[in-house]
């Protein structure tokens, strides 16, 4: 590639104190630079734990360290917009992909035009599943049904919703919404849709940018023929999370399910599920006022993926 040429493949990587993980990262991108011309970017923000050193590292990486840390979604709509290939892929930095499993995906989306948004089966270091690469509508139902594990007993549809239950893990499908950690998306189709919404706190806008495309008449695709290690997944196998963390979920579904539900009952449903999410803040601060979490501290303020996709997830701005 001359140094005018557009690559095949953009990756945006948003970090936050992940200084080992982001390395390993990028070594597993390097062993996928055999077979697929790319360019990556990544917009640290403000870490000062050594993680943009990390980057910097690695020569054929572009870096870019923030001066405060502006969330998830701003910080991914930068690197978007500095994204010159036909194919842009968001990637969590706790993540490991596979030797030519980029080269695979890549073949996977260009192989039919319809496919706006690809994402690979992602699994924890022991290889579960992270339910949230295949996901429908987060109804309040669904919801539910997720966060208390009732969806593994109630088998329906409208149970199953959101973590897609009824299509299997190693079968492919379209989905109405993946996981921002591995995030393939057709350049093109990104550019009518437009980015990352940053009204909301967190959780809501992978699920928001994969509702518009499919409201732009693309496909959203899952596809297990590439197995994708996500390091944070683990809190998310069986759906438990601390309380602060569904506190967090709810609060961000407020806003959206006012924004996707418009009308007189989506404004009940949004109002129904901001004093659940008050009510759910509130327990935590509770629990953790029990266990002597000081303030502050990690085990009280773990409002993310829990372990390390954390970085992701508390690099939003608090109070948005």
Partial sequence: MTADAAPELSVVIVSYCCRDLLRDCLTSLEDNRADV???????????????????????WVRSTLLAENIGFAKANNIGLARARANAILVLNPDTI?????????????WADPEVGVLTARLVDPEGRLDRRCKRGFPTLWSSLCYFTGLDRVF???RSQRYTVGWLPDTEAGDVESVS???????????????????????????????LRF?????????????????????????????PMANAAYFRTMAPFIAKHRPGWRG???????????ELLLATSHVVGGLRGDPPGSRAAATTADDDATALQSTAKTPGR
Wanted: proline share 4%.
């Fill in 37 to 59: 011309d790319m360019e990556v970017e990544v917009i640290d923000n403000a870490s000062a734990d050594g993680t943009i050193e990390a980057a910097q590292a690695a020569g």
């Fill in 97 to 109: 992909v596979p030797p030519h499993g980029l080269r695979r995906c890549l073949d996977e989306l």
């Fill in 155 to 157: 088998r329906g549809r």
């Fill in 180 to 210: 921002g950690a591995f995030m393939l998306m057709r350049r093109d189709a990104l550019h009518q849709v437009g980015g990352f919404d940053e009204q909301f706190f967190m959780y809501a806008e992978d699920i928001d940018l994969s």
């Fill in 214 to 242: 499919i409201e732009r008449g693309w496909r959203v695709r899952y596809w297990p023929g590439v197995v994708v290690v996500h390091v944070g997944a683990g809190s998310h196998v069986d759906g438990k999370r601390p």
């Fill in 267 to 277: 404004r009940v449903q949004a109002a129904f599920v901001g004093v659940a999410s």
